[in-house]
């Protein structure tokens, strides 16, 4: 059984940017470094209401630059890991940017523990209904301002991305704690069986992927695999690599 957990890290080698501390997120994004505006702050559901222009500034281009980016190499060695061993498989994700079903991977066995971009739903929201995400969203990189605002299908009132944000009350659940019964139906057949769970570029800053993998890892018979450039400590018998998600899943094939 293969369990894999990713975290943000598992997008920089596809060439996303690394949120990584305040400075981080101002480097991938200048006009906020000139607001003084974090990424926590940049992330917050209050702007869909107050200023929708500058709220999906943010997503709208976090949009059209997940649907731009190709998932790495990474991504395609898990797979070959899988296939070639015919092991059950689950990806547990804190990332919201799809890149796991784009490279290929059965959207049955995907949990985005905070949503994803790719879905919306009412900021208010007048109904519990979810819709898919195929809106173009051009964005004036100078401002972060989008020149288009999504609406709701149901209303009309602005709409957002179905992303559980900081400060956040009205997010919609239902699809991801459909997903969460899915893994849990999963972890049920895991007793008894050697399993494995890899992590990937998961950091302590939100640390939900990394107590997830934790918990896991506490079962008989699981051995955890932390791979992170700079937080890859963990207690044995689990394992650590100090290195990026591309540079260690290359090396373990090779190793292989």
């Not at 906020?32 to 209401?49: Q, V």
């Not at 139906?185 to 640390?207: M, N």
């Not at 018979?221 to 260690?248: F, K, Q, W």
């Amino acid at each position: 059984m293969v369990i894999i957990t990713a975290g943000a890290g598992m997008g920089v080698d596809s060439g996303l940017p690394d949120f990584r501390g305040t400075q981080g997120f101002w480097n991938s994004y200048p006009p906020y470094a000139r607001l003084g505006i974090s990424f926590e702050e940049a992330a917050n559901p209050e702007h869909f209401e107050r200023d929708p222009a500058f709220g999906w500034g943010f997503y709208g281009h976090r949009t059209n630059l997940y649907r731009a980016t190709v998932p790495h190499e990474g991504f395609h060695i898990l797979q070959a890991w899988i296939e070639r061993n015919r092991a059950a498989s689950f990806v547990v994700t804190s990332n919201v940017d799809g890149q796991f079903q784009k490279a290929g991977y059965p959207e049955s066995r995907i949990l985005e523990v905070h949503g994803s971009i790719h879905w919306l739903q009412c900021t208010t929201p007048c109904c519990r209904r979810i819709w898919a995400n195929q809106e173009e969203i051009p964005v004036n990189r100078e401002t972060m301002r989008a020149r288009v605002i999504p609406r709701c299908i149901s209303c009309g009132a602005v709409s957002r991305p179905n992303i559980l944000m900081f400060g956040d009350y009205t997010w919609l659940s239902e699809r991801t704690t459909e997903q969460e019964r899915c893994f849990s139906r999963f972890c049920a057949d895991l007793r008894g069986r050697r399993t494995v769970v890899i992590e990937l570029g998961a950091g302590r800053a939100v640390p939900t992927i990394r107590y997830a993998s934790e918990r896991l890892g506490a079962r008989p018979n699981t051995t955890v695999i932390r791979i992170n450039p700079r937080e890859a400590e963990i207690d044995t018998p689990h394992l650590s690599l100090p290195c990026g998600a591309l540079e260690a899943l290359r090396g373990i094939a090779e190793y292989l």
